[in-house]
């Protein structure tokens, strides 16, 4: 009887690694539907927005833990333009956690999608490095919504981070002022089964993009393949 509660044991031990990647590769799934999904609202992100974004971070099924106050978590992808300037196409994933802040998700348990658009290189590198304070260590404003929408409004030109949200079937930009963005790397290691940075997956191309991340970066590669901003 012991021998077997071993072996059960051991084989639990054996699985656990699988299991924990492949509950990243579905996050990394469904990231990308939910960007598919986005992009197919006829009132969605402006064009000239997407198309000036150095990153994108989508955190799927963002969960209020706190009766109608408090805080928020979620986990979700953030994707570059390839190359230190961000004018490759759009890359390799690596996790993100979204922590802290109370901004407006319905009460009871109602998922909310969240899009965050980082419009400048000193954003994403902020980001990709350590853990960041949105409206305190980088500007953040709710991003415009609309095809006919233009990114030269003082509030986007302002902003190094437009955020988005979509729950109950709508979508808006919202404000994510308050709580905290940060790469999530124990995450990284069970999505590609070692130890990897962010910053390394991002500007050292240290891996590929799993086979999940597919319909993210085919999607945003469709939409918008060539970076239109300045900086």
Same mark, same amino acid.
């Given at each position: 009887? /012991?021998?077997?509660?071993?072996?059960?044991?051991?084989?639990?031990?054996?699985?656990?690694?699988?299991?924990?990647?492949?509950?990243?590769? $579905?996050?990394?799934?469904?990231?990308?539907?939910?960007?598919?999904?986005?992009?197919?609202?006829? $009132?969605?992100?402006?064009?000239?927005?997407?198309? /000036?974004?150095?990153?994108?971070?989508?955190?799927?099924?963002?969960?209020?833990?706190?009766?109608?106050?408090?805080?928020?978590?979620?986990?979700?992808?953030?994707?570059?333009?390839?190359?230190?300037?961000?004018?490759?196409?759009?890359?390799?994933?690596?996790?993100?956690?979204?922590?802290?802040?109370?901004?407006?998700?319905?009460?009871?348990?109602?998922?909310?999608?969240?899009?965050?658009?980082?419009?400048?290189?000193?954003?994403?590198?902020?980001?990709?490095?350590?853990?960041?304070?949105?409206?305190? $260590?980088?500007?953040?404003?709710?991003?415009?919504?609309?095809?006919?929408?233009?990114?030269?409004? $003082?509030?986007?030109?302002?902003?190094?981070?437009?955020?988005?949200?979509?729950?109950?079937?709508?979508?808006?930009?919202?404000?994510?002022?308050?709580?905290?963005?940060?790469?999530?790397?124990?995450?990284?290691?069970?999505?590609?089964?070692?130890?990897?940075?962010?910053?390394?997956?991002?500007?050292?191309?240290?891996?590929?993009?799993?086979?999940?991340? /597919?319909?993210?970066?085919?999607?945003?590669?469709?939409?918008?393949?060539?970076? /239109?901003?300045?900086?």
């Amino acid at each position: 009887m /012991k021998r077997v509660c071993a072996v059960f044991v051991l084989l639990i031990i054996a699985a656990a690694p699988v299991l924990a990647q492949k509950k990243e590769q $579905d996050r990394v799934a469904n990231a990308g539907n939910v960007m598919k999904e986005i992009l197919n609202i006829p $009132d969605d992100i402006p064009q000239s927005v997407i198309d /000036k974004a150095d990153c994108i971070v989508v955190l799927p099924s963002v969960i209020k833990f706190a009766f109608g106050f408090g805080g928020s978590y979620g986990r979700g992808v953030m994707t570059c333009r390839g190359g230190e300037d961000f004018k490759g196409p759009w890359g390799a994933p690596t996790m993100m956690a979204l922590e802290g802040g109370s901004f407006g998700l319905q009460i009871g348990g109602q998922a909310t999608d969240f899009v965050l658009l980082l419009m400048s290189p000193r954003s994403a590198r902020s980001i990709l490095d350590s853990k960041v304070k949105l409206g305190a $260590d980088i500007s953040a404003a709710a991003g415009p919504v609309g095809r006919n929408a233009s990114a030269e409004t $003082d509030v986007t030109l302002r902003a190094e981070i437009l955020s988005y949200s979509r729950s109950r079937g709508l979508f808006a930009g919202i404000s994510l002022s308050g709580s905290t963005l940060r790469p999530d790397n124990g995450a990284n290691k069970k999505l590609y089964g070692r130890n990897v940075s962010a910053h390394d997956i991002v500007f050292n191309n240290e891996v590929t993009a799993p086979e999940p991340a /597919k319909i993210l970066l085919s999607e945003l590669n469709k939409k918008s393949p060539t970076n /239109k901003s300045n900086g």
